[in-house]
């Protein structure tokens, strides 16, 4: 396999670099933004670091991407504030922003597919129900890790977490974000999985 950079990842950095600027210049709250763009630059770091043991499917690198831009998009505005958001709030009309769920729909739809293709390369799994099923779990389990997260950052910041929890006094707002987190999962799965082993089938055939 060719171990050189691919062009597609090069171009991919500098979007996110891009995105990571802009989002970064001027945000609403530097604290929050610290919070909300942190696993997005983990992700960048950990990726890197992993490059030459284990590259992704050119599917999965595009979806890290979407999926931290939209993580950067709320670092920037916060997920309260996000402004497209703010107007279709006013135009239907709605009790809230909800860019957060957009946020925890895609925390489930994106994680999925890279949890994915690390058990069919890694382990004796293939795809079929067992595969469908620990994905699932997986991605549900990330999605209630991140809620404990938001629960300490309010016990350790108090109302200064506000922005970072976004609950936006919706009372049932984690278990919304860890439903929204499922259904995101099972989509990713439903949608793309065929694609996905295509692509995957294809790199180890090339």
């Known amino acids: 396999m060719n171990r050189n950079v691919d062009r597609s990842n090069i171009i991919q950095i500098i979007i996110f670099s891009a995105a990571c600027i802009w989002s970064v210049i001027n945000p ?3 604290p929050t933004w610290i919070m909300e763009a942190a696993p997005a630059l983990a992700a960048l770091i950990l990726l890197i ?8 499917t050119g599917l999965v690198y595009w979806c890290i991407l979407i ?3 939209i993580l950067f998009i ?13 107007y279709l709030k006013d135009a239907l009309d709605l009790s ?3 860019y957060d769920k957009v946020g925890h729909l895609v ?4 994680p999925a597919l890279v949890a994915r293709e690390l058990l069919i390369r890694t382990s004796p799994l293939r795809p079929g129900k067992w595969l469908f099923f620990i994905v699932t779990c997986i991605c549900l389990a990330i999605s209630a890790f991140y809620e404990l997260i938001e629960w300490w950052a309010a016990l350790a910041f108090g109302g200064g977490a ?10 049932w707002d984690t278990q919304s974000d860890m439903f929204l987190a499922l259904t995101g999962a099972i989509l990713a799965q439903i949608l793309l999985g065929r694609y996905h082993d295509k692509r995957i089938n294809e790199m180890h055939n090339g």
Do not use: W
């Not at 670091?49 to 992704?56: D, G, I, M």
């Not at 506000?162 to 009372?171: A, D, M, P, W």
């Open 67 to 69: 999926h931290c831009i």
């Open 96 to 98: 809230r922003n909800n």
């Open 107 to 110: 925390q489930g739809f994106f």
């Open 49 to 56: 670091l992993t490059y030459k043991k284990f590259r992704f």
């Open 28 to 30: 609403h709250d530097m």
């Open 74 to 86: 709320g670092a920037h505005y916060t997920y309260a504030r996000v402004p497209l958001f703010d």
């Open 162 to 171: 506000e922005s970072f929890l976004g609950t936006q006094g919706y009372v």
